[in-house]
């Protein structure tokens, strides 16, 4: 039902910035919630950030508060997390999701979300 595309990896040394995007199509009325998450070789998938459909809330992986930043433009369908001072323990592939969770809770969770993205690779050298 909804479709979602990330943009904006790719090979950065230490202290670069990037700025990923993730382009939704189909029923984004429906998944009002937005996260990024992302997944090294070996590890987990994990939670990034997310934000809800108004952006008043967002919620942010402590090692990212502060470096990271997670906006959404809902007239372009389109969520970013702009990433900045970047570590080689960054480097994963980076997942953008949607889900139907609304409220003041931080989503953290997989299984907060329905849709999710083919990802985008970041590598950053050290």
């Known amino acids: 039902q909804v479709q979602l595309v990330e943009s904006g990896g790719g090979l950065v040394q230490a202290g670069d910035s990037l700025n990923l995007s993730c382009a939704a199509s189909g029923r984004t009325f429906s998944s009002p919630l937005m996260g990024w998450f992302r997944q090294a070789p070996g590890k987990e998938r994990e939670f990034v950030a997310d934000?809800?459909?108004?952006?008043?809330?967002?919620c942010y992986r402590n090692s990212m508060k502060g470096r990271f930043t997670i906006s959404r433009d809902n007239a372009k369908n389109t969520v970013y997390l702009q990433m900045n001072g970047l570590k080689a323990e960054d480097t994963a592939v980076y997942f953008c999701?949607?889900?139907?969770?609304?409220?003041?809770?931080?989503?953290?969770?997989?299984?907060?979300?329905?849709?999710w993205g083919q990802g985008t690779q970041v590598t950053v050298s050290s």
């Open positions: 999701a949607a889900g139907q969770r609304s409220g003041t809770a931080c989503y953290i969770n997989v299984s907060d979300y329905n849709y």
């Open positions: 934000i809800s459909w108004s952006g008043a809330r967002t």
